[in-house]
């Protein structure tokens, strides 16, 4: 669309919709390619996104913003990816017991790739100490030695207590055991205890002598059992010290050989001494491990031992394993289900005897964990939506740690004892992607948004045509096919995408970036091209696919035809009226838009100077349409009969409407039909008019021009079209004008006409078929133009209500009747 | 519990649960192994109820702190010392699955126990000397018509408290032959760490003596030769617990 626009005048076909020319596609290969992944005209977001990938500081985390549908995810994802790869892989990450207080597990950090190696080498420590222990300790060396102690120590016991009982027995005492301890009681000759009448008929002197006697033994007897339970303790210690150092040189021996492939990593010292100690202290849990020569199918030797609960505290929790090559590059996660949980990590329950317990073995990581190093992708609808995730996410970002919550926690429900393990350090690049409605919400109600996310990636919807665009543009669609195995795009397809493009940009001279739309035409294309047995896809098949897209949709549009058609919406197109006029009207439902005709009328009488908007007073007109009536009538009240009071009444309404109306595309429409009511000359109705006016009487460009043309088009179309009917579109909207085929031919057939305008006076000469009339020297219109009629007409209406005096008692009283001609 | 009469009976009997605790485990095993049912027995002795009416008596617990005794202090404590005992027989059975009961008589020990007994039946004498904890096993019997069986179930017994068995026959004068079959014999070889034969002495004294230096664990005795010994003064010169196989 080349050479300045003249307005007043139909446009051409040519004008109506971009066709591309092949040449604009480049040389084409047959073969498929992934192609240009969704970064064209997108310039300003890869530079931002490049940004945060590389910068090192914590809070340059990025927020990519746009419409969906338009590559976010896919864009940001490979970017990263392709910064990630660059980088160095992350370390790995353990939790393991901390013997000094089980609730509070340690993290440990490893180098990327050991985990695993020493998760399997615990386990190892553990099996070959499940079956070298026993064997220790079944050995006879220990054995011996046991038997030793035990009998050096049993030897002092008894012996004592057997000279104790041998000494009472000679004074002819006994020792008795009762329930309360010892008790020495004198006997009778056969060696029974004396009863104490048989003491009470002895001499008193057997009596003293019997009396010293208990009490010597008495006190020898406290004595001996006095030392017994030093000796017991002595007796334990010297077991204990045999059996640690058994244990011990077991252990030893078992660790030296694990602990030789770690030696490098400094981290893991401090764990290991913390191992060796508890392995030796606890040695009992290896005797008591239930093994026997027939335990279970599989030899003793090669039963998991670790597996076993008693064990479970020497195990390796691990939270993440990296590559062990370090060119593997940072991890690159994408996180689709943020909840609380699946992004920090959490800790397991399980219930014991109607309890519910836990171990450091039970923490689970979460998305963070798998990112930590690298990067992790979040939709940012998906995160707000999940309780307790963004402030989680934002507390992990400000404190540069993981901390494991959990949603019970956070509500205090949990009363049952949980753990409190190491926070592992977060060193991570945040990628939300959202809607710029979450961003700017963020921004407006969250301060530590802006604190976090310093780096916004602001996707554009579209792009203009110029340079290499196209063949851009081609690149990426030959992508998508790429992508999604699809059939390749023939020439005419892909360049009826292009124009596709440019509709769904709403912009002849752009291409809109819509990826994911564009990708749904493409891949139902290729299925109907697939039905119809076609190597590739065509652009008939491109076509049927977007026709096939609209008619599924376009039931409340085939509603509305039908409610014209029947005459159930009253909409005229052809003929003269005054004071009517067909406006047009886009609606919206779903992703679906489209165009209707709305009759909008005028009555005028003399008033006090108030242009009534029926639809404000009934408060179904909205801000934006209540703006366009007072700009009209400040056109009104500033260019004609200036000498005079304005002296009207008059009312405008869109017929049939009983939903909400808002915006100002019908000011120039209003205007017209006041206009006409104004000079009685009636508009032809074979027209329709969209278009904003100022208060200079300039039209302005409106949204939907492609929907709301092909709406009156199709009412045109059903009754048969004339040749006569057109639509006058603002002139600046001849540039977004993207029409469908049928409309396109229509007009090249001459059957029906688009004439764009750029003034309030040229669209009424063209209404009408009256001159607006300019003023001449004298400052009036001429007598018999459109402005000179409304001029005179409000003059009358000043004069007739200077004739009926004060202005105040007059009332709305009913419009002046003039017959519809 | 219902006793059956037509069972093997292992009778375990004691004076206080100290000493029951000796023996119960040993008692189950018993019980659960030969198939027969336990019936253990606290003996109130006479003579203890009638020491601690005595206004000198006194008693001394294991750690030397003597205090005086009331009778009705060793009241008490021989009821805490039969719930404490009924306990533990009832959680070691359960976890055998044997038949079990209980009981508390007064009289005298050890001879309070042998009541009732029928051939087959074992009772268990429970003596806890502080500190001994090694020791063999000791079969003592007469070397003329000894029971193998009884040597079985002593070798079981070694077996299950994982110490040594040493068998002594005894023959009732140097004339007598050993009617021990070989193969008798070569089972008890088989069976004990040791096998010692000795002369009878007319009144067992070195019997005695040898037992008393063994330092044993356990001593299982035949029911005839323990008649010949007297329970009490086996006990006295054992100073552990013991089983006298009734055969």
Request: with cysteine.
């Amino acid at each position: 669309m080349s050479g300045k626009l003249i307005t007043g005048v139909p446009l051409a076909a040519e004008q109506l919709c971009v066709v591309f020319d092949p040449k604009v596609l480049g040389v084409r290969s047959e073969a498929k390619t992934s192609g240009v992944q969704g970064l064209l005209g997108q310039d300003r977001a890869f530079e931002a996104i490049s940004l945060s990938a590389k910068i090192p500081y914590s809070d340059f985390n990025l927020f990519v913003l746009g419409r969906p549908g338009y590559g976010r995810h896919t864009a940001v994802h490979d970017l990263l990816a392709k910064e990630a790869a660059n980088r160095t892989v992350a370390s790995d990450w353990v939790y393991v017991n901390n013997f000094d207080a089980p609730h509070k597990p340690t993290a440990i950090e490893l180098p990327a790739g050991m985990a695993i190696p020493l998760r399997a080498a615990m386990q190892a420590v553990v099996d070959d100490l499940a079956n070298d222990i026993p064997a220790y300790f079944e050995a006879d060396d220990y054995q011996s030695k046991r038997r030793a102690i035990e009998q050096d120590y049993g030897e002092k016991h008894e012996q004592s207590f057997n000279d104790l009982m041998d000494n009472a027995k000679a004074k002819g005492l006994v020792v008795l055991r009762t329930p309360m301890g010892f008790m020495v009681a004198a006997t009778t000759q056969d060696g029974k205890p004396l009863t104490p009448d048989q003491y009470d008929a002895l001499p008193e002197a057997e009596q003293k002598d019997i009396d010293e006697k208990v009490a010597v033994t008495q006190k020898e007897l406290e004595n001996v059992l006095k030392e017994i339970p030093k000796r017991e303790k002595a007796h334990r210690r010297a077991l204990e010290e045999l059996n640690s150092g058994v244990a011990t040189r077991a252990v030893a021996d078992t660790m030296a050989e694990m602990t030789a492939d770690f030696t490098e990593i400094e981290a893991l010292q401090p764990y290991f001494v913390a191992v060796k100690a508890d392995l030796i202290e606890n040695a009992e849990l290896f005797l008591t491990n239930g093994t026997g020569a027939h335990a279970g199918a599989f030899p003793v030797e090669t039963t998991k031992f670790y597996q076993r609960p008693q064990f479970q505290r020497y195990s390796v929790n691990v939270m993440i394993c990296n590559p062990t090559d370090h060119n593997a590059g940072a991890a690159i996660v994408t996180e689709d289900l943020p909840t609380l949980g699946n992004l920090v990590g959490r800790v397991e329950h399980k219930s014991e005897m109607g309890a519910l317990v836990t171990d450091f073995t039970m923490i689970k990581p979460g998305a963070l964990h798998r990112a930590n190093g690298g990067y992790i992708i979040l939709d940012v609808r998906n995160l707000l939506t999940e309780p307790f995730a963004w402030d989680a996410l934002k507390r992990c970002l400000k404190t540069g740690q993981i901390s494991i919550t959990s949603v019970e926690q956070r509500l205090s429900l949990f009363a049952t004892t949980s753990l409190e393990p190491d926070p592992i350090p977060l060193n991570l690049r945040v990628a939300l992607v959202g809607e710029r409605m979450f961003y700017y919400l963020l921004m407006e109600l969250d301060p530590d948004f802006t604190d976090l996310f310093k780096v916004q990636a602001d996707f554009n919807d579209d792009v203009f045509i110029d340079g290499d665009t196209p063949k851009q543009f081609a690149d990426l669609l030959t992508g998508i096919t790429g992508r999604e195995n699809l059939r390749p795009l023939q020439t005419d397809a892909l360049l009826s995408l292009l124009t596709e493009a440019t509709r769904l940009a709403d912009d002849a001279e752009k291409l809109s970036l819509n990826v994911g739309k564009l990708s749904d035409i493409v891949r139902e294309a290729d299925f109907r091209a697939g039905t119809a047995e076609h190597k590739e896809i065509l652009a008939e098949d491109i076509d049927g696919a977007i026709a096939a897209i609209e008619d599924r949709a376009s039931r409340p549009r085939e509603r509305t035809q039908e409610a014209i058609a029947r005459n159930m919406l009253l909409i005229d197109t052809d003929g003269k009226e005054t004071g009517q006029i067909n406006a047009l009207s886009v609606l919206q439902i779903g992703d679906f838009m489209f165009g209707r005709p709305s009759r909008i009328t005028a009555r005028v009488r003399m008033g006090k100077g108030r242009v009534v908007d029926i639809e404000r007073e009934v408060e179904l007109g909205g801000p934006l349409h209540s703006k366009g009536m007072l700009i009209l009538s400040g056109y009104l009240s500033t260019l004609y009969a200036l000498d005079v009071p304005m002296s009207l009444w008059a009312s405008l309404v869109f017929e049939q409407s009983y939903g909400g109306v808002d915006g100002d595309s019908a000011s120039a429409a209003e205007l017209f039909t006041l206009l006409s009511a104004l000079s009685d000359c009636p508009i032809d109705q074979s027209f329709a008019v969209t278009g904003s006016v100022n208060q200079h009487g300039e039209v302005q460009p409106i949204g939907g021009v492609n929907q709301k043309i092909e709406g009156f088009f199709d009412v045109c179309a059903a009754r048969g079209l004339t040749g006569r009917q057109a639509v006058l579109i603002p002139d600046t909207n001849v540039k977004n004008l993207a029409l469908r085929r049928r409309v396109v031919q229509a007009v090249k057939d001459r059957k029906f006409n688009i004439i764009p305008f750029s003034t309030i006076n040229e669209g009424i000469g063209i209404l009408t078929g009256v001159e607006a009339g300019e003023r001449g020297k004298g400052g009036a219109f001429p007598e018999n133009s459109i402005n000179g009629k409304v001029e005179a007409r409000l003059q009358l209406f000043a004069r007739q209500l200077k004739s009926f005096g004060s202005h105040k008692n007059n009332d709305n009283s009913a419009p002046g009747g003039r017959k519809k001609k | 519990m219902t006793f059956s009469s037509k069972s093997r009976r292992i009778v375990i009997g004691a004076t206080c649960y100290a000493d029951a605790t000796s023996v119960i485990e040993i008692g189950c095993f018993l019980a659960q192994s030969t198939k027969g049912e336990l019936q253990a027995v606290l003996i109130e002795e006479d003579a203890v109820y009638s020491l601690s009416a005595q206004p000198s008596a006194r008693v001394t617990p294991v750690g030397g702190l003597s205090r005086p005794v009331t009778p009705e202090a060793m009241i008490d404590a021989f009821k805490r010392d039969a719930a404490a005992y009924e306990k533990a027989i009832r959680e070691s059975a359960a976890k055998r699955a044997i038949r079990w009961s209980f009981e508390k008589r007064r009289g005298e020990f050890p001879i309070g126990l042998n009541h009732d007994l029928a051939t087959g039946d074992l009772i268990v004498f429970g003596y806890q000397v502080p500190g001994r904890s090694v020791g063999e096993i000791l079969v003592v019997d007469y070397a003329d018509d000894m029971d193998v069986s009884l040597v079985e179930l002593a070798s079981n017994v070694a077996r299950e408290m994982r110490r040594p068995l040493h068998v002594v026959l005894l023959r009732k004068s140097p004339e007598a032959a050993i009617k021990v079959s070989e193969h008798s014999r070569s089972r008890m070889e088989g069976l004990a760490t040791n096998l010692t034969i000795i002369d009878q002495q007319d009144n067992l004294t070195e019997l005695l003596e040898a037992i008393r230096r063994g330092r044993s664990a356990m001593v299982m005795i035949s029911a005839e030769l323990a008649r010949d010994i007297g329970i009490d003064r086996l006990l006295d010169a054992a100073r552990c617990p013991a089983i006298v196989y009734t055969g």
